[in-house]
């Protein structure tokens, strides 16, 4: 029996890495179909493991080896990371990311590979102001110190710093699932999870590496070291933006006097990280940037399509610039909900009211790309639901919408996502988590 064990677990093992390398090597993201079938297989060969394999030990050894997978790889599925490579290399001549956009500095600049990225970004990117953060731009300026000719070395050095990035995020992980009375293998959906794995290593999205950081914080909050954890917060926030939304939700976890001091240190440290890239034009241009994300581009929506096609039977046209003025302040309302109308005492009840004030967010939004879900993914696994894990699953094949004949969003793909999404959300909001029966075999029997 041991023998036949270990030999099962050979070939499930060989079979996940199998369909990593098959993923991200062989496939590109117009090969819909191929696509999404294989990084869906991944998942119920990962439900098997789970039930089978897990331990912490599997957990890591696995998660590295998948990762490590995609180390000498130029991404295929995303070109975010040529415009990251761009900002870099400007950074270098000494020039500030948010004040020009690639499509003016295009005739007027030359550094390696500068036709190249520019052409490959895509339109949209180059045809606006960078809206990375600062530490995420700090990040590029070392990719373009590697840009000496081929891309490899750019990519790696970034690689590098983020596959760091996940392994504290394992470590992380599983301390904070201890501190809360979590069985810590449960930090097996965020470390092996297919969503995780290809949008953070493979195509070099920063949404793990600002997990890092806010793990990092609520640590610290929940040791009541809140200089400390506002350091850290400063530092997600510098990675990516979204962070600023879940920093009153600690108002009631901490005192009033802790609060203080962890926003005053949040402020601090944001501005040392951004003082690097002021310029009176640079907030003018940070504030286009960001308002195109709710009034001009559109991309996986849920509750926002729906509203869209009802605007356009109404209408007649695309409402997407009036919804846009309208949901930053649904937001903001959002976000006043979960920190005053929720009790927040405990770190179980604000971990609680992150997911849903975050998956609020991305219910409404008019744009949703697979790696958003990463934030949710790890929130799931700390709160011990199971909708956000679902999520990870469905999210990806909004990918159909890269098809051979060019960019359409396929309804036939994207509406069943999201239902089983919605069911399972409200089933878990009515009925209570479903987590701790994730990695069993009688998933149902509930």
Known sequence: MKIKKLLTQAVLLTLILYGFYYLEHELKRENTLPLLSIFSLLFILLWYWAQHFNSLTNIFLLGVLSRAIFIFHIPELSQDFYRFIWD????LLGVNPYIYTPEVLIAHIYFPNAQLLYESMGYLSAGNFSNYPPLSQYLFKIMGYFNKGDLLYSVLSLRIIYFTGEIIVFLLGTTLLKKINQNPEHILWYFLNPLVIIEGIGNLHGEAFMICFTLASILCLFHKKAILGGLFMALAIATKLLPLLIVPLFFRFLNLRKFIFFSLSIFIFSLILWYPFWEEQMISNYRETINLWFTSFEFNG???????SIGYEVKGYNIIQKVGKVTPFIT??????????????DLKSVLKSILF??????????????WYIINLVILGVLTGYVYPILWSLTVFWSYSSYGPEGFKEEWLWNVPAYLFVYTCFFYEIFKGALGEHLQKTNFFRI
């Not at 870099?88 to 950074?91: A, E, K, N, P």
């Not at 849920?302 to 869209?308: A, C, K, L």
């Open 88 to 91: 870099g290399s400007i950074q």
């Open 302 to 308: 849920s509750i926002y399509n729906v509203v869209r």
């Open 332 to 345: 903001i309302g959002l976000v006043f909900i979960f920190t005053f109308l929720r009790s927040n005492r």
């Open 357 to 370: 004030l975050l998956s609020s967010y991305f219910f409404i939004a008019t744009t949703v790309h697979p």
